[in-house]
């Protein structure tokens, strides 16, 4: 089992709810065999209670399941900062890479918040085709997830396969954060699809659940940049059509 504990905690409820926001390999799966919450029951009539530190050094409280091994910590350490659906707000500054045209009003609906959509043709001879985000916050940021939302029409120009990269200005090289395979790759059969020009509401736990979209985790990366690159090396058909309706990268705004 694994442990964690908030000692500091002197608030009294009746009702809890426990969630758990990450799944180890970041899918949909949520397992565990049981949940404890150990604590302290209050008596139903309101008496003094005595407080839990008598004397300037307590006896520390034995655990209640001592084992052979120390208590393993979280998998991830808390990030410091403000987590946001996306660090791409809609007046982020967009600029296409490796199209063989450039529309910046095409640019500009990949971070519109809406089902409006992103469309380029690869160009061959130059870079992976994809964009490059000026966050307009001007923060420091920490991308933790990818989502891309389905365009309206067309399975075979979705694309499948990513590259984030990051950098903390415009002098500096760009780092790769994380590269891969989307999970929708594997869906063959009438991959579901977006109408156009829809709201788009999510959060940084989860993408909107009326829309279609598919998502992967980088839970592991810890370092902070101001401007991003986001690249599609491959679409579904393996040809040169480059579409979507929005893109989103959760994270900490430092």
């Known amino acids: 089992y694994t ?149 309206n029409n067309c399975p075979n120009c979705d694309v499948v396969t990513y590259i984030v990269s990051g950098r903390v200005d415009e002098t500096s090289e760009w780092v790769m954060i994380s590269e891969g395979d989307l999970p929708w790759r594997y869906v063959t059969s009438n991959p579901a699809r977006n109408a156009r020009r829809l709201p788009i509401a999510s959060t940084y736990e989860s993408g909107d659940s009326r829309r279609e979209y598919t998502e992967v985790t980088f839970e592991e990366n810890t370092a902070a940049f101001m401007h991003y690159k986001v690249q599609f090396p491959d679409s579904r058909n393996g040809g040169d059509a480059v579409q979507f309706s929005e893109v989103e990268l959760p994270g900490y705004l430092q």
């Open 3 to 151: 442990e964690v504990t908030f000692e500091e905690n002197t608030a009294a409820f009746m009702h809890y709810k426990v969630q758990f926001p990450d799944s180890r390999n970041g899918g949909d799966a949520v397992q565990f065999s049981e949940v404890e919450l150990p604590g302290l029951l209050l008596p139903e009539a309101p008496t003094q209670m005595p407080t839990v530190s008598p004397t300037n050094s307590p006896t520390p409280l034995p655990t209640p399941n001592p084992t052979s091994e120390a208590t393993l910590p979280p998998t991830h350490a808390p990030v410091a900062g403000t987590a946001v659906n996306t660090i791409f707000s809609s007046d982020s500054g967009v600029y296409d890479v490796g199209c063989t045209t450039s529309d910046s009003r095409v640019n500009k609906r990949a971070v519109d918040t809406t089902t409006g959509k992103f469309y380029c043709t690869r160009d061959s001879t130059a870079e992976t085709s994809g964009l490059i985000v000026y966050p307009a916050h001007g923060q420091m940021s920490i991308a933790k997830k990818l989502r891309v939302y389905a365009h």
